[in-house]
C-alpha cells in the first residue's frame, strides 16, 4: 500500500550511508523492492547500471511503495565503473566464493567498516549483481571488501531486494544506535508494601466472615499462601486499588456498605403505596398475599413503623398485649396486630393515591366484618409525638373506642 508508514513531517536520518549500486538488474519489482528496502533503513543512494527494462519504470515505481525519494534519485549508468567512480570504499555482496584474494565479511562487520568512511564524509557503495548470475568476476575485483551472508549453504541465494534490506538494516541498527522507534509502554512501578498490606488487611477480613480458613489453625499457612499469590503479580498501585474494589464490591455491594437489602425508611414506604396500588400484594385470585411479601415488609421497615415499634417494646403498657408487626390477616398484612386484643394497628401515609385509599377502606371494612378493630395512625403523628400515638392507644384500647 503506497505510502504505508510514511510520515511526511519527519526527516530522514541526517547520518546518510552507501550508495546502494545494481548492477543489469532484471526486474522492476527488485529495484522498487530495494529501494523500498533503502527507504526503511534511511538509504537515499540508488545506482543502476544498465537495467535491464530501461528507467523510469513503473513496476519499480510500484513495488517502492511510496519510497518515491529514491525512486527518483536514482542514477543510471552505463558502465558499472562510472556508477562507482566516487567511492572510495566499496563492497561486493555475493552468495558465491568467487577464488579472489579478499577479505570477506558479513554484513554487520560491513556496517562497522562503512560508519567511520561516511562519518568522515567519504563516499562508499555496495554493490549487488544480477538476480540471475549475480556478480561476475571482474566486479568483484573492483571492490575491496566481499560481504556474504551466513545461508544454508544448500539454499544460499537471497532476493535481490532481501539482500539489499539485510545490509541496509545492519547499516541503519549501527549508525542509529539501535534505539527502536518506540518502547515498552511505561508500566507504574510496584506498589509500596503499606497499600498490599491494606488491602492484605481487608481481604483477609472478608474472608474471615466468609469463614473461609478452615481449619483455623491453617489459617496462617493459607494467607501467607495468598499473599504470596498476589505478591508473585508484582501489582502497581492502580491493581491494588482494583483489587480493593473487588474485595469491597463482593462484600459490600454496588450501593455500599452491605445492610441485607433492606431499604430506607423512603424506601419501605414505596414499597407499601406500590401494594396498596397493586392489588395488595396479592396475585391475582389468590385469597393471600404473596408468600415471603410479609416477610419482606417486616424486615424493611418505614420510619414510623420502627419508631412505634420501638417504642412499644419499651412501653409496660403494651407488654403482654401480643403485638406483632408486618402479619397476614387474611388477605391483609397488617402493619401491627394483636391477635388476643384482635386489634389491628394501620399506619396511614402523608400522601396517599385514591387506589390506596379505596384499599385501606376495603381492608378496614372486611376486618371489621371478622370482629377486628381497626386503629388508624397518621404516620406523620407517629413521627412527630410517639409517646402522644402510644396514650392514645392504650386510651382506645381501654375504652374499645376506634381512634382515627
Ligand atoms: N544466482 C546468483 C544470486 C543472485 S541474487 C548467484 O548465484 O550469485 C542477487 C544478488 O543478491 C547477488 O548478486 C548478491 O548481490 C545478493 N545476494 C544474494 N544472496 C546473497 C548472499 N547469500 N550473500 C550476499 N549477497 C547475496
Not at 85 to 111: M, N, P, S, Y
Not at 207 to 233: C, G, I, Q, S
Amino acid at each position: 500500500m503506497p505510502g504505508a508508514g510514511t510520515d511526511k513531517t519527519r526527516e530522514w536520518p541526517a547520518f546518510g550511508g552507501p550508495a546502494i549500486i545494481l548492477v543489469e538488474p532484471q526486474m522492476g519489482e527488485n529495484i522498487g523492492a530495494a529501494a523500498r528496502a533503502m527507504g526503511n533503513f534511511g538509504l537515499t543512494d540508488l545506482r543502476l547500471v544498465r537495467p535491464r527494462d530501461g528507467w523510469p519504470n513503473l513496476q519499480a515505481v510500484r513495488s517502492a511503495s511510496g519510497a518515491d525519494r529514491v525512486i527518483e534519485g536514482a542514477r543510471v549508468y552505463d558502465r558499472t565503473e562510472d556508477a562507482i567512480a566516487d567511492c572510495t570504499l566499496l563492497l561486493a555482496t555475493t552468495a558465491r566464493e568467487h577464488g579472489q584474494q579478499k577479505t570477506v565479511i558479513d554484513a554487520e562487520e560491513a556496517a562497522r567498516r562503512l560508519q567511520p568512511r561516511i562519518a568522515a564524509g567519504e563516499t562508499t557503495g555496495i554493490l549487488f549483481g544480477r538476480e540471475r548470475t549475480g556478480l561476475e568476476n571482474y566486479e568483484i575485483s573492483l571492490a575491496d571488501l566481499v560481504v556474504t551472508l551466513p545461508v544454508n549453504p544448500a539454499f544460499s541465494s537471497l532476493n535481490l531486494a532481501q539482500a539489499v534490506l539485510i545490509l541496509g538494516y545492519e547499516w541503519f541498527k549501527l549508525a542509529s544506535g539501535g534505539a527502536l522507534p518506540f518502547e515498552t509502554q511505561h508500566k507504574a512501578g510496584p506498589a509500596e508494601k503499606k497499600h498490599l498490606l491494606a488491602f492484605f488487611d481487608s481481604l483477609e477480613r472478608e474472608l474471615d466472615r466468609a469463614e473461609f480458613f478452615r481449619p483455623p489453625e491453617k489459617r496462617p499457612t493459607m494467607t501467607a499462601n495468598l499473599r504470596n499469590l498476589f505478591h508473585r503479580m508484582t501489582p502497581t498501585l492502580q491493581d491494588v486499588q482494583t483489587l480493593q474494589g473487588i474485595v469491597r464490591a463482593i462484600s459490600e455491594g454496588r450501593k455500599g456498605p452491605a445492610r441485607g437489602g433492606l431499604l430506607d425508611g423512603e424506601g419501605a414506604e414505596t414499597l407499601r403505596e406500590l401494594l396498596a396500588e397493586h392489588n395488595a400484594g396479592r396475585v391475582p385470585r389468590e385469597r393471600a398475599p404473596v408468600r415471603g411479601l410479609a416477610r419482606l415488609l417486616r424486615r424493611n421497615a418505614t420510619d414510623a413503623e420502627r419508631l412505634l415499634w420501638k417504642a412499644m417494646v419499651n412501653d409496660r403498657r403494651f407488654a403482654g398485649r401480643g403485638f406483632k408487626r408486618q402479619v397476614p390477616v387474611g388477605q391483609y398484612i397488617t402493619d401491627f396486630v394483636s391477635f388476643p386484643l384482635r386489634t389491628v394497628l394501620d399506619l396511614v401515609p402523608p400522601q396517599e393515591s385514591e387506589e390506596a385509599k379505596y384499599v385501606r377502606a376495603d381492608k378496614r371494612k372486611w376486618l371489621e366484618g371478622r370482629g377486628y378493630r381497626l386503629i388508624e395512625l397518621k404516620a406523620a403523628e407517629v413521627e412527630a409525638d410517639v409517646r402522644g400515638t402510644l396514650d392514645r392507644i392504650d386510651a382506645a384500647l381501654a375504652s374499645g373506642q376506634t381512634v382515627t
